[in-house]
């Protein structure tokens, strides 16, 4: 019996950016939004195992939303990776009390290393060796 | 940070963001074996470096602007917008959007500069369709009001929090420093806006809409040159 697909959610306001991640990404179920206020409603029907998002999210930024999620007990152990154009003013040490595990610059991905990082917070939050 | 160091991060925000884009669509470029995807994908290339080239013309415009070479003349706003509506509703379709032109009160002369006109009207309209959602139109109207010639541009984006709306006033004209309130934006767009119309004694505003979106408005001095109503 195949692995089931993990589910990501795709949190960008950038439809064409979005429209190239998700096509680099079909060994997983991808779920998307441009708009941070669908997050906890596609949480509920989806429950994805980990959440890509920009910072800039049309007219609020993702760390109020981060913050919110901490803040319950059901969305506060999803993963987040972090993929935007201001990743290089982002440190990772600052931002982990919000579910971000890492930090990836949008001006230097590929689909081979996100995929990489995607599989390795996966297994992380398994518990498996990355 | 200095006025000059503030400038050229706002600048380099702002081209890096079609730069990814465009980097992004050309990885799956490479990747893609479907004609009909490939072909989507060099419509896109060829929209983002568009983008990419009218806001480096407007930043060379906004350096030329203290040498005074651009005359001002009456102009009429109908001719300006369907010229730039006609140049910007293919950008829109591909993001599944529509302007839509309104010229309320014609003919409508004003006194400005054609091509700052034309350059401040595709930054607007440019900054609507990014914040826009798929399905969405763009308004653009042109009308008198309260003695003046205006034009505005709305989106139907999502709206936007009183503390970060008040920013955005406050920060308009003034400086081209990152404003959270309109992401991808690093408000550079904004205060290039804003440097034209200055240069054409005009000014910017901005309303935002409890159903969603941002009003921009260009106001700009009438023309009294009634002969020319008939152009």
Redesign the interface.
């Known amino acids: 019996m195949s692995e089931q697909r993990a589910t990501l959610l795709i949190v960008d ?5 979005s429209d ?2 998700t ?2 990404l079909d060994s997983y179920v991808v779920i998307r939004t ?2 941070p ?1 669908e997050v906890f409603d596609l949480i509920e029907r989806h429950h994805p195992d980990l959440i890509i998002a920009d ?7 993702v760390f109020a939303l981060l913050q919110e999620m901490q803040s319950y007990l059901d969305t506060r152990d999803i993963p987040i990776v972090i993929l935007s ?2 990743a290089g003013q982002i440190d990772l040490d600052d931002v982990k009390q919000l579910g971000i595990q890492a930090v990836l610059d ?2 230097e991905i ?2 081979e290393t996100l995929v990489d990082c995607i599989n390795d917070v996966i297994r992380s939050k398994k518990g498996l060796a990355p | 940070m200095s006025e000059l160091e503030g400038s050229a991060v706002a600048v380099a ?1 702002e081209l ?2 079609p ?3 465009l ?3 050309t ?2 470029l490479e ?2 074996d479907n004609v009909s ?1 490939q072909l989507e994908i060099i419509k ?1 290339l060829r929209f ?1 470096s568009e983008r990419s080239l009218r806001l480096v013309d407007s930043l060379t415009k906004t350096a030329r602007l203290e040498d005074a070479l651009f005359e001002l003349e009456p102009v009429q706003l109908h001719t300006v917008c369907v010229s730039v509506v006609d140049e910007l509703s293919p950008l829109a379709k591909a ?1 599944k959007q529509h302007l839509k032109l309104r010229s309320i009160h014609q003919p409508l002369v004003a006194v400005g500069n054609r091509e700052l006109l034309s350059s401040l009207l595709s930054g607007l309209i440019d900054n609507a369709i990014q ?1 826009n ?2 399905g969405a139109s763009v308004e653009i109207a042109s009308k008198i009001h309260h003695g003046e010639a205006v034009l505005t541009v709305r989106d139907f ?5 009183l503390s ?1 709306f008040r920013a955005l006033k406050d920060s308009l004209g003034k400086r081209a420093l990152p404003i ?5 934006s690093s408000g550079l767009g904004l205060f290039i806006a804003s440097q034209f119309l200055a240069a054409m004694d005009g000014r910017l505003s901005v309303q935002r809409h409890y159903s969603g979106g941002m009003t921009f408005s260009a106001h700009l001095p009438l023309s009294r040159q009634l002969s020319l109503l008939e152009v």
């Open positions: 306001d950038d439809a064409w950016f190239t991640l096509a680099s441009p708009d206020d910072v800039m999210l049309g007219a609020r930024n154009a201001l949008k001006a590929t689909p | 925000h890096k963001t730069l990814v884009l980097r992004q669509l990885l799956s990747r893609s995807e896109r983002t993001h914040h959602p798929i984006g999502s709206t936007i929090d970060d959270s309130s309109r992401p991808m």
